[in-house]
């Protein structure tokens, strides 16, 4: 991997990060932007670069620096949010992998799918914990509520973005896909 395209790496990590401290509230809940870093880590460094510049975020929290949105080290496993952060780094494998030279059509379809991703790993490990772990006995409506559907249309909107924003990014910025 070349100096820029490690540059580009830990730049996508940051931005990451700093996304977990945009919040846009909805109701109860609230939207960050980490996944519109991911998506376009996905689509600007590709399957591999990806999933590194996530795994890097992910990496530096566990490790204690205060990036998730609650803080970070290591017993943040044990949050029922941790599956999401951990999503992250095969959604951004997934999209990059799809994403290849695409029309924003594809770019967003590609977007779709590590979204997809990213629910199938952080729903069940919410559940795991709430259930398991805390012994809630939270249903399975109540969970696809609180960990999926209410974020839907934020996401729908950061899938938009990225599609239409990093055709452009790569084009004007050397080095990117």
């Known amino acids: 991997m070349s100096a820029q395209k490690l540059v580009y790496t830990a730049l996508l990590a940051a931005l990451t990060a700093v996304g977990a401290f945009i919040r846009i509230p909805i109701g109860i809940s609230v939207i960050t932007l ?23 975020y992910v990496a530096l929290g566990l490790v204690g620096l205060p990036i998730f949105t609650a803080g970070g080290g290591f017993g943040y496993v044990l949050q029922p949010s941790f599956g999401f952060l951990l999503g992250l780094i095969p959604a951004a494998a997934v999209i990059g992998g799809l994403s290849r030279r695409s029309s924003p059509v594809r770019l967003a379809l590609a977007c ?27 249903s399975a409506p109540a969970l696809l509520w609180s960990g999926m559907l209410i974020y839907l249309p934020g996401d729908a909107a950061k899938i938009a973005v990225t599609a239409l924003l990093c055709p452009v990014l790569c084009r004007r910025i050397p080095g990117l896909r």
């Open 112 to 138: 779709g799918a590590g979204l997809a991703v990213l629910y199938a790993v952080g729903v069940p490990y919410m559940a795991l914990i709430l259930n398991g772990y805390l012994g809630k006995g939270i």
């Open 34 to 56: 980490q996944f519109l870093f991911t998506a376009m880590a996905g689509v600007l460094l590709g399957p591999g670069g990806g999933a590194l510049s996530q795994g890097v």
